[in-house]
């Protein structure tokens, strides 16, 4: 696997990293020892950058890093988020951006991955009513104290990008982004590369739906979030299986699968952009690294941007979308 780097801070990851929420939570069940034998087969395959959250589970998905890579950590570049605040028994409080928050929030995360150090904590979604500086601030105290080496951000807005990097060099930004979501490039991505900051892409695979695999809402188990989610909903769903057809049809072609291509035209979006697909399943990660062999050329490219160009996919990435862009 290649690596790449994120921010002016030389933060090197390998190209593609893995997405650890859907371990513990939101995308149906999930068996908690083929998880760890997926995150420890990722680090035999070279994929190093691991992205988890205090929020996922909750706080059961640190726990379960933390234990994946138990023995390993030299080897590991370590990154989790904070600012969604849940309670033990799963409900949900608010969006906390406030100093204390952000120390007492890194202290916990530190005992559940039992490491000494995180090396890239993100501020998971902005407080509206806390100002960035103060957060990042926070933050930045992290860093000089050792438990912090780069400071991300999450669906921020680019205005708030600005704020936070002014306050603390921003290594990452990491925000949905896929052939299904392409709001990014309308002014989030230039943002990012005029102050040097890399980009994360979350979600590369569409949740999944890229990979063909989910043609109804009812292909969902009843505890997975997607089967809400407004893209797999009724009035949606027919459009956006045009966007599936249309990658597939691509795939077929240069012999691949679907979720590789989706995943291929990620990483040919730029050295400074890592997509984290995040999966369960060992089978499903083999089939996710292979994607990082796939040759695109620039008629391939072409023609998918033809495809499924900018605001194509119907529908909102989130029944709410309050906590994103700001």
């Known amino acids: 696997m290649e690596t790449r780097t994120l921010g002016s801070g030389g933060l090197e990851v390998s190209a593609e990293g893995l997405g650890c929420m859907g371990m513990s939570e939101f995308y ?16 035999d395959l070279g994929v190093t950058f691991l992205d988890t959250a205090d929020m996922y589970g909750p706080f059961k998905n640190e726990v379960l890093v933390g234990r994946a890579i138990e023995g390993r950590r030299d080897g590991v570049v370590l990154a989790t988020k904070f600012g969604i605040e849940r309670t033990e028994d799963g409900g949900r409080g608010g ?100 102050l040097g900051i890399g980009f994360v892409s979350y979600s590369p695979l569409g949740r999944g739906f890229l990979t063909g695999r989910y043609k109804r809402p009812e292909d969902f188990a009843d505890d997975d979030f997607r089967r ?33 291509l989706a995943l291929a035209w990620v990483l040919h979006q730029g050295q400074d952009i890592v997509p984290i697909p995040g999966t369960k399943r060992r089978s499903y990660l083999e089939e996710n690294i292979a994607a990082a062999e796939v040759e695109l050329s620039e008629d391939d490219l072409a023609r998918l941007d033809q495809a499924v160009p900018l605001g194509t996919a119907a529908g909102d990435r989130y029944a709410d979308m309050s906590q994103v862009n700001r």
Not at 28 to 43: F, H, N, R, V, W
Not at 159 to 175: G, M, S
Not at 235 to 259: D, M, S
Request: aromatic share 4%.
């Open 228 to 260: 809400f989610h407004p893209r797999f909903a009724q009035e949606n769903l027919a459009r956006n299986l045009q966007i599936v057809e249309e990658v597939e049809a691509i795939a077929q072609e240069k012999q691949v699968t679907a979720g590789q």
């Open 28 to 43: 149906g069940s999930a068996d908690e020892q083929e998880a760890i034998a997926t995150i420890q087969l990722a680090l």
């Open 95 to 194: 969006i906390n951006g406030h100093p204390e928050y952000v120390h007492s929030a890194c202290d916990a995360s530190l005992r559940r991955l039992a490491v000494d150090h995180i090396d890239l904590y993100y501020q998971h979604r902005v407080d509206p009513s806390v100002p960035i500086e103060e957060t990042v601030g926070a933050m930045a105290e992290l860093v000089a104290a050792g438990k912090v080496g780069h400071l991300g951000l999450s669906e921020a807005a680019p205005e708030t990008i600005r704020r936070a990097h002014a306050v603390h060099p921003i290594a990452a930004l990491q925000t949905e982004y896929s052939l299904w979501a392409r709001e990014p490039e309308s002014e989030i991505l230039a943002t990012v590369r005029e």
